[in-house]
Nanobody, 118 residues
Framework: VQLQASGGGLVQAGGSLRLSCAAS????????MAWFRQAPGKERDFVAR???SGANSVKGRFTISRDNAKNTVYLQINSLKPEDTAVYYC?????????????????WGQGTQVTVSS
C-alpha cells in the first residue's frame, strides 16, 4: 500500500490542523493505521493509532479517525503548541495487533511538515 500525507503547514499556537493520509494500492480497510511525528534531531514518536474497524486512541489534543470509503486516515490536532512542530508521518500495518512503536508498521507515507509559531 502507498501512503500520501498532506495537510501540514504553518500555523499559530492555539490553532488547529487536520492532517490527511490517502492510501492506494491496497485494501485500506485491512490495515490498521497510525500517525507518528519526528522533530529535528529527535526520534520518531508515536502520536495516535486506529484499528481496522475504527477503534481509535485519543491522546489529549490529537484525534485519529478514518474513512474507509475514501481510503483516508485523518489526524485532528487542536490547541497547537510550538513543541508540536515536526514532520508528521502516517503508517500502516496489516497486523491485527497494533502497537505504538515505528518498527511495528510496515508502510509509511512521506511525511507532512507542521510548524507552529509562538
Amino acid at each position: 500500500v502507498q501512503l500520501q500525507a498532506s495537510g501540514g503547514g504553518l500555523v499559530q499556537a492555539g490553532g488547529s490542523l487536520r492532517l490527511s493520509c490517502a492510501a492506494s494500492g491496497g485494501t485500506f480497510s485491512t490495515y490498521a493505521m497510525a500517525w507518528f511525528r519526528q522533530a529535528p534531531g529527535k526520534e520518531r514518536d508515536f502520536v495516535a493509532r486506529i484499528s481496522r474497524s475504527g477503534a481509535n486512541s485519543v491522546k489529549g489534543r490529537f484525534t485519529i479517525s478514518r474513512d474507509n470509503a475514501k481510503n483516508t486516515v485523518y489526524l485532528q490536532i487542536n490547541s497547537l503548541k510550538p513543541e508540536d512542530t515536526a514532520v508528521y508521518y502516517c503508517a500502516a500495518t496489516p497486523s491485527v495487533i497494533i502497537g505504538t512503536t515505528s518498527r511495528e508498521y510496515d508502510y509509511w507515507g512521506q511525511g507532512t511538515q507542521v510548524t507552529v509559531s509562538s
